[in-house]
């Protein structure tokens, strides 16, 4: 008896150390798929193995933004030098974003708009705004929106988040603290640019959305920041899909060059001039480090009831995204948010589209069963069919603390060949040139992807079919400014447009 206890930890060690054996086994079957998987698809160009020299988080918080800008134009010098002058025949094809003569070079257009910008209005300031892109985007993405800002009498301060804008290889070498970093100089800037007698807001898109937030939370324990008094997020990165968590170790193998494409989730031709078509493992594992942060801060934020002090918070999120969680804007975010102002814009399915036998059940319902029951402490406001047989639209909104709704008719209906919004379109425009359906002029940038339009056989392409599905500008986009313009002082007589 006395040997009981000795020959049960034999057997926990034993056991353990099959575990051990079986966990190791499976991983190193992992890794073998995971580098055969790589080694398929298209070979690395020079624009995934390049990557600029990007200040750091430390650099850029001592930085002034006329600084980030000479190191900015440094960056993209040498990715011209590297790069562009070093491709070889074959690359040299008419929508290679990094050939001179291609018909999608940057550099070639009136303006290249992956460099940060600031916008100045006319007359005297009556605000300052910071509007924070994507993941794998750049600046172009929330340029409408800033020109709108601008219009309203705002200084628009709009940086190129570190790996951005140059190559995606630059992406495979940076963090998010540096992108945080440089949403701290440009709240900078723009109080520079402005003083802080006027109102600042923040408008981040899907990455940029949580770096809005992430300087809003450290703003409330941290006297140094500027709060923010208003936020407007665009299919906002509050939460990534469980994949992203565990991106770290499908680019193991990429620590032997050999391997090196296994740092890579997906290797494309780039022939969009203003975002990156591939995506570099490090991308998706620094976007997760940042949610995860984030909701982190969320929670001790409302253990400590520190989210009193919190400015309103303005969101646009389609009901259906595959880039972020839907489910996590509601439930980690607005769900725990004071009562302070805060709305909520939901975009539905279409629920008259022709095709609707086709969609998955649980999409029909979705919206009510994404929302928690009225009355809630924010604003909800969904944008549907006024009926599943008319292709008309309403907002249909219930206001903070009550429980009935209020409809009301919009001017624009669902498009009949749309059935659904996606995170992508938020920002644009049906009028954009290079990613509306309707754009003002479809030759400014050497490519219309609103428009794009390719049939044929499978396993022909080399781009996700998903990909060219998507898309890419928003129907309800007038809509949506007119929401966030009623958020900002009126236009004076004498304002020109932008």
Not at 48 to 65: L, Q
Not at 75 to 84: L, P, S, Y
């Amino acid at each position: 008896m006395a040997n009981l206890p000795w020959r049960m930890s034999l057997r926990l060690l034993s056991v353990v150390k099959k575990g051990a054996l079986v966990l190791g086994i499976l991983l190193a079957i992992l890794l073998v798929v995971r580098i055969y998987a790589s080694q398929q698809g298209p070979a690395l160009q020079p624009w995934h193995t390049w990557h600029g020299e990007e200040m750091s988080a430390r650099e850029i918080d001592k930085a002034s933004f006329a600084e980030y800008q000479t190191q900015e134009q440094r960056i993209f010098r040498d990715m011209q030098q590297e790069v562009t002058a070093k491709l070889t025949p074959e690359t040299h094809t008419p929508v290679n974003r990094y050939w001179e003569q291609s018909l999608v070079y940057p550099e070639k257009f009136r303006h290249n708009w992956n460099h940060s910008f600031v916008l100045m209005p006319k007359g005297q300031p009556k605000g300052a705004v910071v509007l924070l892109h994507g993941l794998t985007d750049s600046p172009y993405s929330v340029k409408s929106l800033a020109m709108n800002y601008q219009q309203h009498g705002f200084v628009a301060v709009v940086p190129r988040l570190p790996g951005h804008g140059t190559a995606p290889g630059a992406l495979t070498d940076v963090s998010w603290e540096a992108w945080l970093a440089t949403t701290r100089l440009a709240v900078r800037e723009a109080t520079r640019l402005t003083g802080e007698n006027v109102p600042l807001h923040l408008v981040g898109y899907s990455n940029g959305g949580a770096l809005a937030m992430k300087f809003a939370l450290d703003a409330l324990s941290e006297p140094t920041l500027r709060k923010p008094q208003q936020i407007v997020l665009l299919s906002p990165m509050i939460g990534v899909t469980a994949f992203a968590r565990f991106a770290g170790l499908a680019g193991i193998p990429a620590m032997l060059p050999a391997f090196a494409k296994s740092a890579w989730l997906s290797i494309s031709p780039e022939y969009n001039p203003f975002k990156y078509n591939s995506f570099p493992v490090n991308a998706a594992r620094q976007s997760w480090l940042l949610t995860k942060s984030l909701q982190q801060q969320m929670s001790e934020a409302v253990r400590h009831n520190q989210l009193n002090g919190l400015a309103p918070i303005l969101t646009f999120q389609s009901i259906m995204d595959s880039t972020v969680s839907t489910r996590a804007v509601v439930n980690t975010l607005y769900n725990e948010l004071p009562a302070n102002g805060s709305e909520l814009v939901i975009v539905d399915i279409n629920q008259a589209a022709s095709f609707r036998p086709l969609f998955r059940p649980a999409t029909y319902d979705a919206v009510n069963a994404l929302l928690p029951p009225a009355p809630r402490r924010y604003t909800t406001t969904v944008i549907t069919n006024a009926s599943p047989a008319t292709l008309d639209t309403v907002a249909r909104t219930t206001p903070a603390g009550e429980q009935s709704e209020r409809v009301s008719p919009l001017a624009t209906p669902y498009p009949a060949d749309l059935f659904s919004l996606s995170h992508v379109a938020i920002p644009f425009p049906l009028t954009d040139d290079l990613y509306g359906s309707r754009p003002l002029d479809p030759h400014h940038y050497g490519i219309n992807l609103g428009t794009l339009s390719l049939r044929g056989e499978t396993s022909v392409l080399v781009v996700s079919m998903d990909s060219l599905m998507r898309v890419t500008s928003n129907p309800f986009y007038e809509d949506m400014v007119s929401r966030i313009n009623q958020h900002l002082p009126p236009v004076s007589p004498d304002t020109d447009k932008p």
